[in-house]
């Protein structure tokens, strides 16, 4: 059999075929017969395979600028990328962080109603969506009705709830939450969410320990108290003039049965003022916490014990920082009324009040 009988007419779909003939024979007229398929083949694929990889790093790169025009608040900018990422990827058009970020471009370039709609097709009000577009959704309507009631609050919570599928430990929904449920008398659900919120922001110490206190858990109402002192020492020393803080502060003492501390902190804070009202609020608050630990020492004392002399003082010193404190002078009367020497004291308490018209009848 001679040469030409020996080779296969080439077919090009024959290729595969004939390169396994070159490698079974080495003989170079099979590969050679099948160079025009392979040149066809690489001249069609290569092409297409480059631009597949130069479409991708073109997306990708679109991408990057889009998100950080965005990020930056560039939304004319954000818009333009936006074109050639659908022009090149139309896919991206279905992507929820995509949409989302399309959103906001939206409303940055004054496209409010069209932003706000894309916002409300990616997080519904009747089932759950995307979570940041949730949490943005929660956001506006907070900013429209901050008391977070009424059907509103409903839809509110919804959105919360949402935004916390993609984000289970963001501080500000669970701070958010917390205090809805407050407001709405549900306290458990209050603690439940604050608990987390307070991590990030210890000024939530306070809350929670009112909370606590509020369900019956001294223990726990105790530790928050501590954890609330220690944070609001903090942020008297870097904005000494909080007297919001200073007044919490003082509470705070209190609870934790530092009646000394307490009255201090409030002495500080009413050297610290010249405001009126600011000063009458903290006046107020002295002559209420005399009062309230007088009721405490005779609460946990007898009639004829000589810590009924350390109450009739506390009302007294009530009486000093507000003359008319009518529940102060009622309890000065009803120690009168009593056997013993803190009796005597009273009566006689009662008679200067009497004469320096705090009071006009015995």
């Not at 804070?269 to 609020?281: I, P, V």
């Amino acid at each position: 059999m001679n040469e030409t009988t020996d080779r296969i007419p080439f077919r090009p779909r024959d290729f595969f075929d004939r390169r396994s003939y070159y490698w079974q024979t080495r003989q170079w007229h099979y590969l050679k017969q099948g160079l025009p398929a392979i040149i066809i083949s690489c001249v069609i694929l290569i092409p297409i395979l480059l631009a597949g990889f130069v479409s991708s790093d073109k997306a990708e790169r679109y991408r990057v600028a889009f998100n950080r025009a965005v990020n930056t608040q560039n939304y004319e900018t954000a818009y333009l990328f936006r074109q050639k990422l659908e022009s090149i990827s139309g896919e991206q058009a279905e992507h929820a962080e995509f949409r989302f970020n399309c959103a906001l471009a939206d409303i940055g370039r004054g496209q409010v109603k069209m932003g706000v709609e894309l916002m409300r097709q990616l997080a519904p009000s009747d089932s759950l969506g995307y979570g940041p577009a949730h949490l943005w959704l929660a956001k506006k309507q907070i900013s429209e009705n901050p008391s977070i009631s009424g059907p509103n609050g409903t839809q509110i919570v919804h959105h919360l709830k949402g935004a916390l599928q993609s984000d289970p430990k963001n501080q500000t929904v669970h701070l958010a939450l917390g205090h809805y449920y407050h407001h709405n008398g549900n306290q458990a659900k209050a603690v439940e969410h604050l608990g987390i919120a307070v991590e990030g922001q210890p000024q939530l110490h306070f809350v929670l320990a009112n909370l606590h206190e509020s369900l019956g858990d001294q223990e726990l109402s105790k530790k928050h108290f501590r954890l609330a002192t220690e944070s609001m020492l903090q942020a008297i020393a870097d904005q000494p003039q909080n007297l919001e803080t200073r007044i919490n502060l003082s509470v705070a003492y209190n609870k934790l049965g530092n009646f000394s501390e307490a009255v201090r902190t409030l002495v500080v804070a009413l050297e610290e003022t010249e405001d009126e009202a600011k000063r009458a609020e903290i006046i107020n608050l002295l002559s209420t916490l005399y009062l309230a630990e007088s009721d405490r020492i005779r609460k946990e004392s007898k009639p004829d014990s000589p810590h009924y002399a350390t109450s009739l003082m506390l009302l007294s010193k009530a009486l000093e920082f507000a003359p008319n404190n009518e529940d102060a002078i009622n309890r000065i009367a009803e120690i009168a009324a009593l056997d013993g020497m803190a009796s005597d004291k009273a009566i006689e308490t009662l008679k200067k009040l009497m004469v320096s018209g705090q009071m006009t009848a015995m």
